[in-house]
């Protein structure tokens, strides 16, 4: 029996590079492998946790899924029905991912505006990190920057499918 190799679809022409993202995301698993790996080590050689660096280590896998979110909303690779949006005729399957777009656009607004207001609350009554002792809004302003970044890569999909003419 044959195998036939897998085609990847072409990245989509954007006007902010995918890559930036993916970039992102490939630091960031590096960073949490090397915090995990020191932290094995340690512990095997010295008897001694590195137990504060679950901060970081959470904090680098919610990045993680963010910036990957972001990435994959650009390449439309977000969750959807296949099977039955396939089978819609071409304009309706346009109008399905048009309203798909509407919709998360919506929820990454609303994380932003949220987010921001709970990083704000956080730098104003100076709340700290149980582990550290770090000031709690370094973590969480990232929230709504990568709510951002995915409202923008989810009405860069609205675009492209409103300008797409088949």
Request: charged share 15%.
């Amino acid at each position: 029996m044959e195998c036939l190799p897998q085609s990847n679809p072409p990245p989509p022409r954007t006007r902010v590079p995918v890559r930036i993202e993916e970039t992102l995301a490939g630091a960031a698993i590096a960073i949490l492998g090397l915090i995990t790996f020191a932290n094995v080590v340690v512990r095997y050689v010295t008897n001694f946790s590195f137990a504060f660096t679950e901060e970081f280590s959470v904090f680098l896998m919610l990045f993680m899924a963010l910036v990957g979110g972001a990435s994959v909303m650009a390449k439309q690779g977000h969750l959807s029905i296949r099977y039955l949006v396939d089978k819609l005729p071409t304009k309706a399957r346009r109008w399905t991912l048009m309203g798909a777009s509407i919709l998360t656009s919506l929820t990454f607004l609303l994380l932003t505006i949220f987010g921001t207001r709970m990083a704000w609350d956080e730098y104003r009554f100076e709340v700290t990190s149980p582990g550290l002792g770090l000031p709690t809004w370094i973590y969480t302003i990232w929230l709504p920057l990568l709510s951002l970044a995915i409202l923008g890569r989810s009405m860069g999909v609205m675009i492209r499918a409103w300008r797409r003419k088949e």
